[in-house]
């Protein structure tokens, strides 16, 4: 091949749509015949080498050979809960009998966000870490980036997995790669003005934050070197088409999202249209459950995903309940035949409540919130238990321009309600605070507080 042909492909491969076309658009009955294969083979391996899953097996005689199609997985293998995990790492730290291979061979160790007070250990092989970093890399490439890009993370780097398995993506895809670590928020501002990134990487609330502080600084980020955001670790650009709007806006950048369980894989990159994200079903397993038949619910139905990694072969997760509430679909505009979440995550089988016989989803409310502009980045979401009911508070913040107009603070919070009303057909508590009272986070934002008695939360939180 000549030198102008070498040219012309590598032109063509940088403006394809795809990372990967093969796979991507693989036909479905190709994906399900190796979706079969694949768990099939990692029965196996779990019951051959993981103590903690032949002792699961073992004490309802599963046998690997038991499992002949999809159904049969679906059916047969025992779910398994996040919940588990940890007991069995706290009776015996690091990681218990979940380890399916010897100790040696774990090159990173990192831990959920353990927001519930209980972090989960999650040790990975190298070989786990290529393949957890390549699913970034399917989102990345269809937003627009390429290896010429080079990343910022505005992340302290810590043992949280979630950016770390973004640092692994940039890595697999070439791009250079600069820390923000140990810097404030003014610092990540300075640091982004003075290397010339082209991508951010943070939370979407953070992106946020830091565009405040840096209209604070007289700072224009719509001007910075910054040509994309991408973001995890919470609802983002895609579940909340108002905070995509902000985000772009702020940075004058095209923002992009995806939906990864820690433990489990950066499992399902953003659809470039904007409007969900696609499991990475080279990676990734799910189906969707009714969380309370325990019954699989049909395309277009709201469900609870329970996936099964392929990714990890160092602390496998087999029908693992996620506990996040997904609206499934097949097929795609954009071209991927892989699943697509609709809106990302809907909510979560904890996080739904039932209000007066309506069920109210997390992402549903945020949504409504962030149509109303006198209203800051900053609020949440409190759940109660009141006469033997589920009550959801929206604790809100108007913006900081309104801090002396408190007769103003009243009437946001009607229309807020109103708003709701119309649109969920609930009327829901809504009350302010004085602005900038509300906690700011790096990581993950808390918007749930959930002050239900214990055993009204249908989840460990993670």
């Given at each position: 091949m000549t030198s102008a042909q070498l040219s012309t492909l590598g032109k063509a491969s940088r403006e394809s749509k795809f990372w990967n076309q093969y796979t991507e658009t693989m036909p479905r009955d190709k994906i399900d015949a190796l979706h079969l294969h694949r768990l099939q083979g990692l029965v196996h391996y779990v019951y051959e080498r993981s103590p903690f899953y032949r002792k699961k097996f073992d004490s309802i005689g599963l046998k690997p050979e038991d499992i002949r199609t999809l159904e049969d997985y679906k059916r047969k293998v025992p779910l398994s809960d996040k919940s588990e995990f940890i007991d069995l790492q706290l009776a015996d730290p690091p990681y218990g009998p979940t380890l399916a291979l010897p100790l040696?061979?774990?090159?990173?160790?990192?831990?959920t966000s353990g927001t519930s007070g209980k972090p989960l250990s999650l040790p990975f092989s190298m070989y786990d870490t290529v393949r957890y970093g390549e699913s970034w890399v399917y989102g990345f490439w269809g937003l627009g980036i390429r290896?010429?890009?080079?990343?910022?993370?505005?992340?302290g780097w810590g043992n949280f997995a979630g950016f770390w398995s973004a640092y692994w993506g940039a890595r697999r895809l070439g791009c250079r790669v600069?820390?923000?670590?140990g810097l404030d928020t003014k610092g990540h501002i300075n640091a982004i003005m003075r290397l010339r990134p082209t991508v951010l990487i943070s939370t979407p609330t953070f992106a946020l934050r830091m565009a405040t502080v840096a209209a604070e600084m007289g700072v224009d980020l719509a001007s910075s070197s910054v040509k994309y955001t991408y973001h995890a670790g919470e609802p983002g650009p895609t579940a909340l088409p108002a905070m995509r709007e902000a985000i772009e806006k702020a940075w004058g950048a095209k923002a992009g999202e995806l939906l990864g369980v820690a433990e489990v894989d950066a499992m399902a990159p953003g659809c470039p249209n904007g409007d969900g994200v696609h499991l990475?079903?080279?990676?990734?397993?799910?189906?969707?459950?009714?969380?309370?038949?325990?019954?699989?619910?049909a395309d277009g139905q709201i469900g609870e995903n329970i996936v099964t990694g392929f990714a990890s072969t160092t602390q496998p997760l087999l029908n693992y309940r996620t506990h996040d509430l997904v609206r499934r679909r097949s097929g795609c505009s954009c071209g991927r035949t892989w699943t697509k979440f609709e809106?990302?995550?809907?909510?979560?089988?904890?996080?739904?409540?039932t209000v007066r016989g309506t069920n109210v989803y997390q992402t549903a409310v945020e949504n409504l919130i962030g149509q109303l502009p006198e209203i800051s980045n900053s609020y949440e979401l409190v759940l109660t238990r009141e006469e033997?009911?589920?009550?959801?508070?929206v604790r809100f913040e108007p913006v900081k321009a309104l801090a002396d107009r408190r007769d103003a603070w009243d009437d946001i919070a009607k229309r807020l309600s109103d708003r709701i009303h119309a649109a969920l057909h609930v009327r829901l508590r809504t009350v302010s605070v004085p602005p900038e009272s509300l906690p700011r986070?790096?990581?993950k934002t808390k918007r749930i507080i959930d002050e239900r008695p214990k055993g009204f939360r249908r989840a460990l939180d993670r």
């Open positions: 040696e061979f774990v090159a990173h160790h990192a831990e290896p010429s890009d080079s990343f910022y993370f505005a992340f600069i820390s923000g670590g990475n079903e080279m990676n990734c397993f799910a189906w969707s459950m009714d969380p309370d038949t325990g019954a699989e619910v809106g990302t995550v809907l909510g979560r089988t904890d996080f739904m409540v033997d009911n589920d009550v959801m508070t986070y790096e990581l």
